[in-house]
């Protein structure tokens, strides 16, 4: 308890947390304030230059010390072993010495992280397939029907809610009693026994727990394809429905022929922005287990290798795996939307 | 809330799926289009009855949870949510979270933390974001393009790979562990994400109107406040409730950042109180229950009632990761 006061030391009652919040707003406002006093002393074209430094130069420079040069930093990291991030930290024993692509090679002789690799695999694969999959058959589906906009909503509230809340929701549904001839509370459970069958612990066991975790990013991010691509359908032009239909195209044909290929980039941006999205969730599998039950996923286990097991520089590896992972998808998403400009 | 940035859907696009959700009668009648008809046929008996097993089956999950929260710590070990009817409800659950029960510190210090951590994280990329996305919008200075793109391209930076050094950063400058390193990383995260929302709604905006406020001789910090900001107001909404519901929803950041710390008295949000009742509360499913449902309703309470702004930020580009 000694130990906590003192860490978190700023930490105070409601009145002083709210003060606190209060002073932070102060302060912004006041480098905001500040920005505008300066650049408004300035006029003329010289008084331009003076202000677009004004208003540029604070964001680039926030961005440049703490997301490009921590980024650097990490890539350092990586190059080095040792228990601490901070490479001048420890006795002599435990200071970071450099080990080239030690770190590197860990990925994949590391006990258990070559199955992290499969399960991210699993992920990427399965949750932007699935997930834009049913949005899309949910969006046509419900497109025009009545009560279409509270119907999105149900679908579309999962968006909403925390990655850590929709965890605890499922672990509900995917609850499991042990004790053997127990009431099932689990309402999957509760199924499984219904039909006759042993109950399931979906959580504890791999490979199953993967595709379990699986379906709760699944049921959050089907909102998201559902809401793009339902606006992506109301976008097709008429005429073009009307053409099609003079033609004699019904059914899976205008589907397959018409709908598809008019939202063909809508699908493209949300196959892939879920796909992005994949990769960097680390909420769900953190708060079912941890990743303890060979279900962990890359962006899990670099929480677990940098702070957990104190191997900042396997943790600085990973992070730059998921990064090499995720920008050929945004480069392609680039290159794909400026075919179809 | 974790999605990373799609590309921009066309403001037209935007509009309509923001509507749609308004229903006006008015929005309406501008979707029945042949589009919809067609659709329709393909499978009218049959969508009827998938869409409505979809629907259940993405609602039941949470309505489950809702019920369990309710009920009595014995009914829940006894029987399933489902056979709830007819028993009593309580909500004792709920009283027990927010004061503290089980050892747990109570929920009310850090639905305060979640307040505190999200204000200022929305409030400083939004004042910095609207600076910057201004200048590149309407000041012409070298290299505004290659900056621009720039800021844009950093969005691809995945947050684990500031993380740590950030962490030791924030300790070597004497803010580890407080609110001001958790403000900071998540308006620096947010940065390029707003300064690209914002500089496509200001860019829209007819250059006319800005000319007309130069030959009246104003300046660019009026022509900012007086004719710019009015006008992006719903810009502004939009990347606000993303923001707001990113920060609130985030586990990483703060769990980080705090180095895992969430026991009484520490800054910590309730995503990360939760993530560790998940771990040392196990199948006590009556305190989980009432202390997920109390993190989530104040994210749903936004999303539901602002939910015009959110869907036209989300398809402006407006998710992030």
């Known amino acids: ?341 | 809330m974790s999605t990373a940035t799609p590309p921009p859907v066309s403001d037209q696009v935007a509009d309509e799926a923001a509507d749609v959700h308004t229903d006006t009668p008015k929005g309406r009648r501008r979707h029945k289009s042949a589009a919809g008809n067609a659709a329709r046929a393909v499978t009218s008996p049959w969508a009827s009855a998938v869409a409505i097993i979809m629907a259940i089956a993405w609602t039941t999950p949470t309505f489950g949870l809702l019920v369990t929260s309710f009920r009595n710590q014995k009914d829940i070990q006894e029987t399933g949510w489902w056979q709830a009817l007819g028993s009593s409800f309580t909500l004792d659950n709920y009283s027990q979270v927010l004061s503290g029960a089980q050892g747990q510190p109570p929920l009310t210090d850090f639905i305060v933390n979640s307040f505190v951590i999200a204000i200022p994280s929305v409030f400083l990329p939004l004042l910095l974001a609207s600076l910057a996305a201004y200048a590149f919008a309407w000041i012409d200075f070298p290299f505004r393009n290659a900056l621009f793109v720039a800021v844009f391209a950093l969005q691809i930076v995945p947050l684990q790979i500031a993380l740590l050094p950030l962490v030791t950063m924030y300790q070597q400058i004497g803010i580890g562990g407080t609110y001001w390193s958790l403000w900071l990383s998540h308006s620096a995260f947010a940065l390029p994400l707003a300064v690209f929302l914002l500089h496509n709604f200001m860019k829209e905006i007819p250059p006319s109107l800005l000319e007309a406020a130069r030959v009246d001789g104003a300046g660019h910090v009026r022509i900012f406040f007086q004719v710019l900001l009015p006008l992006i107001t719903p810009a502004l909404a939009s990347f606000g409730i993303f923001q707001f519901l990113w920060v609130w929803n985030d586990l990483l950041v703060a769990i980080t950042m705090l180095g895992g710390n969430a026991g009484e008295g520490s800054n910590a949000p309730l995503t990360m109180v939760l993530n560790n009742i998940s771990g040392t509360l196990g199948n006590r499913w009556y305190l989980m229950s009432a202390a997920a449902f109390v993190s989530i309703a104040f994210p749903v309470i936004v999303f539901l009632s602002l939910q015009r702004y959110f869907v036209r930020g989300l398809l402006a580009g407006g998710t992030k990761g």
């Open chain 1, 1 to 341: 308890m000694f130990a906590t006061s003192v860490l978190t030391a700023t930490a105070g009652g409601t009145a002083s947390r709210i003060g606190t919040m209060f002073l932070g707003l102060v302060v912004f406002g006041a480098v905001f304030i500040g920005i505008l006093l300066i650049a408004s002393l300035f006029k003329g074209r010289v008084g331009e230059k003076v202000q677009a430094v004004a208003f540029v130069g604070p964001t680039v420079f926030f961005i440049a010390i703490a997301l490009i040069y921590p980024a650097i930093l990490t890539v350092r990291r990586a190059f080095y072993s040792g228990k601490f991030f901070d490479l001048n930290f420890g006795t002599p024993r435990t200071r970071g010495k450099y080990v080239g692509f030690e770190n590197f090679q860990k990925l994949w002789t590391t006990p258990g992280l070559p199955d992290v690799f499969r399960n991210t695999a699993f992920w990427v694969v399965l949750v932007p397939l699935l997930a834009t999959g049913l949005g899309l058959l949910y969006a046509i589906l419900i497109d025009r029907a009545r009560g279409e906009a509270a119907a999105k909503a149900l679908i579309f509230l999962p968006m909403a809610i925390s990655m850590v809340g929709a965890t605890l929701i499922w672990k509900f549904v995917y609850f499991y009693n042990g004790a053997p001839g127990a009431t099932q509370t689990g309402l999957l459970n509760a199924i499984i026994t219904k039909l006759g069958m042993d109950p399931v612990d979906f959580i504890g066991n791999p490979p199953g727990n993967t595709f379990a975790l699986i379906a709760i990013m699944v049921w959050i991010q089907a909102g998201f394809a559902m809401t793009v691509l339902s606006a992506a359908i109301k976008a097709i032009p008429d005429d073009i429905i009307e053409a099609a239909k003079l033609d004699g195209v019904k059914g899976m044909q205008m589907f397959r022929f018409v709908t598809l290929p008019s939202i063909r980039s809508s699908v493209i941006v949300v196959l892939t922005t879920i796909a992005i999205a994949t990769l960097k969730a680390f909420d769900i599998v953190q708060a079912s287990s941890g990743g303890k039950f060979g279900d962990s996923i890359l962006a899990n286990e670099f929480y677990n290798r940098s702070f957990v097991t104190q191997e900042p520089g396997l943790g600085a590896a990973i992070a730059i795996v998921i990064f090499l992972l995720v920008s050929p998808i945004i480069v392609f998403n680039v290159i794909q939307l400026r075919k179809d400009a």
